[in-house]
């Protein structure tokens, strides 16, 4: 981990949440543009089209996945399943930048990638026990903005939070955040351009993690 990578004003945000540990990073360093990585990922990264299964009925996915990790880290949710594809020697350089922040290690990494405004990822939260108790997450966001948001599971007296996450931007979740929050990526109103998001983790042991989103 090495503490150069980043400039003395970059400093992470705490987000203000019951019953959660959120932290927001405006913008990360990375070895080109924000633009030109994206664009790299776009074009090399063996993107997949999937169908997920939500209360036994099948959908298309509103949005493309790869999986990518260390051998074993298997991955399966709404019926979808996932063998990871080795490391690039991009996603490590990523991977290596995201752990500096966050002060731990990852092992596997899902990529989404976001077309339009019509893409979007559903409400859900990822507390399978594979990931353990209190799962660290970095999300890091390329390109357009778009709207996330954290919904709490059992209190509906909270409102929801709505996060613009900007191009470069880093997004850490820790503690109980996974236990009591669900989040999601909304689809936008106006047209806009794509996106591609890289959520890091830590899977426990080798195994199947099962997602029910």
Same mark, same amino acid.
């Given at each position: 981990?090495?503490?150069?990578?980043?400039? =003395? +004003?970059?400093?992470?945000? +705490?987000?203000?949440?019951?019953? =959660?540990?959120?932290?927001? @990073?405006?913008?990360?360093?990375? =070895?080109?543009?924000?633009?030109?990585?994206?664009?790299?990922?776009?074009?090399?990264?063996?993107?997949?089209?999937?169908?997920?299964?939500?209360?036994?009925? %099948?959908?298309?996915?509103?949005? @493309?996945?790869?999986?990518?990790?260390?051998?074993?880290?298997?991955? %399966?949710? !709404? $019926?979808?399943?996932? !063998?990871?594809?080795?490391?690039?020697?991009?996603?490590?350089?990523?991977?290596?930048?995201?752990?500096?922040?966050?002060?731990?290690?990852?092992?596997?990494?899902?990529?989404?990638?976001?077309?339009? +405004? #019509?893409?979007?990822? $559903?409400?859900?939260?990822?507390?399978?026990?594979?990931?353990?108790?209190?799962?660290?997450? $970095? !999300?890091?966001?390329?390109?357009?903005?778009?709207?996330?948001?954290?919904?709490?599971?059992?209190?509906?007296?909270? &409102?929801?939070?709505? @996060?613009?996450?900007?191009?470069?931007?880093?997004?850490?979740?820790?503690?109980?955040?996974? +236990?009591?929050?669900?989040?999601?990526?909304? &689809?936008?109103?106006?047209?806009?351009?794509? #996106?591609?998001?890289?959520?890091? #983790?830590?899977?426990?042991? !080798?195994?199947?993690?099962?997602? #029910?989103?």
């Amino acid at each position: 981990m090495t503490a150069d990578l980043f400039s =003395a +004003h970059e400093v992470l945000e +705490h987000i203000p949440m019951q019953d =959660a540990e959120v932290y927001y @990073l405006r913008h990360l360093p990375l =070895a080109d543009t924000a633009h030109a990585v994206m664009r790299h990922l776009i074009d090399e990264v063996p993107w997949r089209a999937e169908k997920i299964v939500v209360w036994g009925r %099948t959908y298309p996915q509103p949005r @493309l996945i790869a999986w990518h990790g260390d051998v074993g880290m298997n991955y %399966t949710y !709404s $019926g979808i399943n996932l !063998s990871p594809l080795p490391w690039t020697r991009a996603l490590l350089d990523i991977k290596r930048r995201v752990e500096a922040v966050a002060r731990t290690g990852f092992n596997s990494v899902l990529l989404n990638y976001y077309r339009d +405004h #019509r893409d979007s990822m $559903g409400l859900h939260g990822d507390d399978e026990p594979e990931l353990g108790e209190r799962p660290i997450l $970095g !999300s890091l966001s390329l390109g357009e903005e778009r709207t996330f948001i954290l919904k709490h599971k059992s209190d509906k007296a909270l &409102k929801p939070v709505r @996060l613009k996450l900007a191009s470069a931007s880093l997004l850490l979740m820790k503690g109980e955040t996974q +236990h009591y929050w669900k989040h999601g990526i909304e &689809k936008e109103a106006r047209p806009c351009g794509p #996106r591609v998001n890289l959520t890091f #983790r830590r899977i426990l042991r !080798s195994c199947d993690v099962i997602h #029910r989103y």
